[in-house]
């Protein structure tokens, strides 16, 4: 479980603009909120065994934080650089950050409720390509590095069996693996996994 310093610079509504490195922490209290102005965050949580728990993938103009979560402790990671703002929210702008979060939550429950691990990997490679992708050629770019832990903690799964599926989708030339962690999604040929 990682180590987070709280923020004790938010006073009050100031906002407190912020750059942080891939793979660091963004301070976070139970009365603040975090808008990423540019980068990538995951939310998670941490089950009693040390397992976490992905609450959900972040991307510029998102706003995240504990005070949208009953769920604790609750973090906030970067997954690449990240610049953003810390604020104490106007409570009456609360209702749309919690909308954000709601639907977050509906489209990972969905995709992580599909029986099989293959088809729970081409659902959240397509999740993420909607948010992350990048029209090419081949496909979709996923322009995010995440590990095949990171995707195994986003699913719920092991490492193990990530790489395993990866390996598959590679094979039947659905994804294309690229240097840094990057996966081409060749959606159009991923129709079948509906069915």
């Not at 409570?91 to 599909?114: A, N, V």
Request: aromatic share 8%; net charge neutral; proline share 3%.
């Amino acid at each position: 479980m990682p180590n987070v310093v709280q923020s004790t610079s938010l006073y009050g509504s100031v906002k407190l603009e912020k750059k942080f490195s891939a793979r660091t922490m963004v301070p976070c209290t139970d009365s603040s909120l975090f808008r990423i102005a540019r980068g990538a965050v995951r939310t998670l949580t941490y089950l009693d065994d040390g397992t976490p728990v992905v609450l959900g993938v972040w991307n510029t103009d998102d706003t995240v934080g504990g005070m949208l979560s009953h769920v604790k402790p609750y973090f906030i990671e970067c997954l690449t650089t990240v610049e953003g703002t810390l604020f104490v929210p106007d409570h009456s702008l609360l209702t749309s950050y919690m909308k954000s979060h709601l639907q977050q939550i509906e489209e990972l429950t969905l995709i992580r409720s599909h029986k099989t691990i293959e088809l729970r990997v081409i659902k959240v490679l397509s999740w993420l390509s909607r948010k992350f992708g990048e029209d090419k050629e081949q496909g979709q770019l996923i322009n995010l590095r995440l590990t095949h832990q990171d995707l195994a903690d986003l699913l719920g799964t092991t490492r193990v069996t990530m790489t395993r599926t990866l390996g598959q989708l590679e094979a039947q030339g659905l994804i294309q693996k690229l240097s840094l962690g990057r996966i081409i999604l060749r959606e159009s040929d991923t129709w079948f996994y509906e069915i």
